[in-house]
Every structure is written in structure tokens, then in C-alpha cells.
């Protein structure tokens, strides 16, 4: 049995955000072609054999419904100079297909979008979905990789706010 916090969402969200984390682009494909784009900072790698990685997303998140029905989904590791797609696709109110407007991508394995310009790009088909809360854990299998090589950092967030990795992040 689970008792009352002492503290509320926001205090609980502020004190999360003093652990700096990459922040990725998810894309995704369902079966009927509607696609999903959108920003994800809960990502990590799970398995090295086979290779699985996961992320979260809240089921209360306007890509949520495409992300429960896509066989296929792709992340995307930001750049730092890759600030402007992340807060597109952290836009709330666009669809899919308006969030990928003015973004380079091309179709990648069963058609789900891929952005060729991300230094590193993981795609792969959708293993278990575990509800926890108002978020899912959505974990994939592996089965395509893109590596192009970068001396860009990744794109960080940090109590937030976008920041550049061993920046002054200070206040």
C-alpha cells in the first residue's frame, strides 16, 4: 500500500531535474502509416544481448496513442546544435506528420521516419510496454543502428532547460 506523498508534482519534478539527462527524438510508424514524432529525455539501454533499449512516455502525451499501435519506433540521439527539433517535437497540439514539417528525415525500416542528420539513430520493433503511473516504459528491440560520428556534444537538459555537457550550468 502506497501512502500519500509529502510533496507535491512540482516539487517532485524540480527535485528530478537536478540529474542532467540526453535528450532524444522519438519517431514511430503504426500499422495504418499515421506516424509520431516527438522529444524524450527518459531513454537508456537495457541489454547489450540481445540489444534492447527503453524509454517513457506519458500516456497522457498526444504521440501516445500511434507510439501503443507502431511495430517500429526510432530514437534519435540530439546533437547540441539539434536544440530546434527538440523543442518542435516537444511542441504539444501538432500531430505527427506537423512536427516532422521542416525536418529533414527519410523513411527507414517498414517506413518509420528517420533523421539523417542526429549523430546516432537506434531503431528497432516494440517488446514489452509496462504501465507505471500516468507514464509507460516502452522497450525495444533493436535491430538497425546509424553511428555518424559527431565532435558535437549531445543535446542535455538540466533543470529545465537545454544545456551543453561540462557547460557552466551553475546559477
Not at 502525451?61 to 546533437?79: G, N, P, T
Not at 535491430?143 to 559527431?150: C, G, N, T
Request: proline share 8%.
Amino acid at each position: 500500500m502506497m501512502t500519500e506523498p509529502l510533496f507535491d508534482s512540482a516539487e517532485f519534478r524540480q527535485v528530478c531535474g537536478h540529474f542532467p539527462t540526453g535528450v532524444t527524438a522519438v519517431t514511430a510508424v503504426a500499422t495504418d502509416g499515421a506516424v509520431a514524432a516527438l522529444t524524450v529525455n527518459s531513454f537508456t539501454s537495457v541489454s547489450l544481448t540481445p540489444p534492447k533499449v527503453l524509454f517513457c512516455v506519458a500516456t497522457s502525451s498526444s504521440s501516445f496513442r500511434v507510439l501503443m499501435e507502431s511495430q517500429r519506433i526510432a530514437i534519435h540521439i540530439l546533437s547540441q546544435e539539434q536544440e530546434d527539433v527538440a523543442r518542435r517535437f516537444a511542441t504539444s497540439g501538432l500531430t505527427g506528420p506537423e512536427k516532422l514539417g521542416g525536418v529533414a528525415w527519410v523513411p527507414g525500416p517498414d517506413g518509420v521516419p528517420l533523421l539523417p542528420a542526429t549523430p546516432a539513430v537506434l531503431a528497432g520493433r516494440r517488446d514489452e510496454v509496462i504501465t507505471s503511473g500516468d507514464h509507460v516504459i516502452v522497450l525495444l528491440d533493436i535491430d538497425h543502428v546509424h553511428l555518424k560520428p559527431s565532435r558535437v556534444p549531445a543535446l542535455s537538459f538540466y533543470r529545465g532547460r537545454f544545456v551543453a555537457p561540462n557547460a557552466d550550468i551553475a546559477e
